[in-house]
């Protein structure tokens, strides 16, 4: 399958449409934040180990988002560092209280683009 987005710009509005259901976002967030604290963790304590927990953390809950609440396939599978930059980028828009506006705004993107 030929790759639609050359860009994480011109991606990310679709990223994000794809995760147009509040608790799919929640379930991100938790991953984010748990890859964060295994990271820190893994630092702090000098424990290498604990980043073999850093796909668990954070796929899981994202793919559970995706399957349970979202129901869509995570674009993950074909456009995986994209989507992991993305889940960053979405993060903070989360923390600073612009994700509902991006999400709309991308929401609009991409119905111009069809």
């Known amino acids: ?3 639609k987005y050359k860009t994480f710009w011109s991606f990310y509005p679709y990223y994000l449409t794809e995760h147009s259901d509040p608790i799919c976002r929640i379930t991100h ?3 984010t934040t748990g890859l964060l604290l295994v ?3 893994a630092i702090y304590f000098g424990n290498a ?3 073999f927990l850093l ?3 954070g796929y899981g809950f994202a793919w559970l988002g995706h ?3 979202e129901k869509n396939k995570p674009a993950t599978f074909q456009y ?3 989507s992991l930059a993305s889940d960053f980028v979405m993060y903070y ?4 209280g612009q994700i509902n506006q991006k999400v709309a705004d991308a929401k609009k993107t991409i119905a111009a683009q069809a």
Do not use: N, Q, R, W
């Open 49 to 51: 180990k604990l980043l």
């Open 29 to 31: 967030y938790i991953g």
């Open 39 to 41: 990271t820190a963790s």
């Open 93 to 96: 828009h989360f923390l600073t």
């Open 67 to 69: 399957f349970v609440f």
């Open 80 to 82: 995986p560092f994209y």
């Open 55 to 57: 796909p668990v953390v």
């Open 1 to 3: 399958m030929e790759k």
